[in-house]
């Protein structure tokens, strides 16, 4: 799909970079870039514990953000 293969991929869990999501875990979640590039491909990871109790889910619950715009370039 899209023409990437999982080694061109990398995972990070930047704390930083994800303290600037407000919905994301920091401790538990991670950005996907490709190789290459610099630019995030995704995010991915559980929803931030302040998040689930505001809308009273039974955690923890996964989610990920992709920009596809990107992805298509790549």
Known sequence: ???LKAEELLFAQNTEEIARIPFMHPG???VVRAREGKEMIAVLGTLHPLIERQFDLKG???????????????
């Not at 923890?60 to 790549?74: A, I, N, R, Y």
């Open 28 to 30: 538990q979640s991670a």
């Open 1 to 3: 799909a899209f023409g």
């Open 60 to 74: 923890p619950v996964w989610v990920c953000e992709c920009d596809l715009q990107l992805l298509e370039k790549l």
